[in-house]
Structures are given as structure tokens and as C-alpha cells.
């Protein structure tokens, strides 16, 4: 399994960005997907997630600003964000959902207040 998050960088709060994971090695379609985040000086935590079917969930922190979409045509799964707080600070990594156990290098997102 092969996971490459891209997209990250530097915003001021309110800002937006979208975050992209490549997915190779993997049956991506029939997989539920999912974004993870570990903040610094803090474990990794789970973001959204996607399924097969297109359904989402939403950690409640993100709920309204952050929008998970797929497209399996290309293996490719997306992270859009919205109204960015500077606690969104963190490496973000896309992962299945549950995870396994290969992790990506994940993509840093800085936001400054």
C-alpha cells in the first residue's frame, strides 16, 4: 500500500486549502478511506472519512469547515478546508479507516493566527 498526501502549507487563519492522497497498491474503491492528523506534542488523530459509498463522517472539531471527497477513477482521495483555526495546525496523513499499518509521510498544514 502506497499513500502520498500532498497540498499542505503555510495559511493564515480563515484560509483554505485541499489536501490530495494518491492511493496505489491498494483496492482503493472498495476500501473506506480516511484523513488522520497528529498535531504537535500530540498522538494522531482521526479527521474524516469517507466509504465506499460516498458517506461521511466528521470529527466534531472539523464538522462544517472540512469536506472529504473521492474519486476512484483515479484513486484519489480529497481533504477541502475551510475556515482554518490555527488548532488545525498538525501533519496530515491518509490512511484507510480503520488505519493500517503504513502510514505515508503525510502533508505539514500550518496555519498562523
Known amino acids: 500500500v502506497q499513500l502520498q498526501a500532498s497540498g499542505g502549507g503555510l495559511v493564515q487563519a480563515g484560509g483554505s486549502l485541499r489536501l490530495s492522497c494518491a492511493a496505489s497498491?491498494?483496492?482503493?474503491?472498495?476500501?473506506?478511506m480516511g484523513w488522520y492528523r497528529r498535531a504537535p506534542g500530540k498522538q494522531r488523530e482521526w479527521v474524516a472519512f469517507?466509504?465506499?459509498?460516498?458517506?461521511?463522517e466528521y470529527r466534531g472539531s472539523v464538522k462544517g469547515r472540512f469536506t472529504i471527497s473521492r474519486d476512484n477513477a483515479k484513486n484519489t482521495m480529497y481533504l477541502q478546508m475551510n475556515s482554518l483555526k490555527p488548532d488545525d495546525t498538525a501533519v496530515y496523513y491518509c490512511?484507510?479507516?480503520?488505519?493500517?499499518?503504513?502510514w505515508g509521510q503525510g502533508t505539514q498544514v500550518t496555519v498562523s493566527s
Open positions: 469517507i466509504t465506499t459509498g460516498g458517506s461521511t
Open positions: 490512511n484507510t479507516y480503520p488505519s493500517g499499518s503504513t
Open positions: 497498491e491498494i483496492n482503493f474503491s472498495f476500501n473506506v
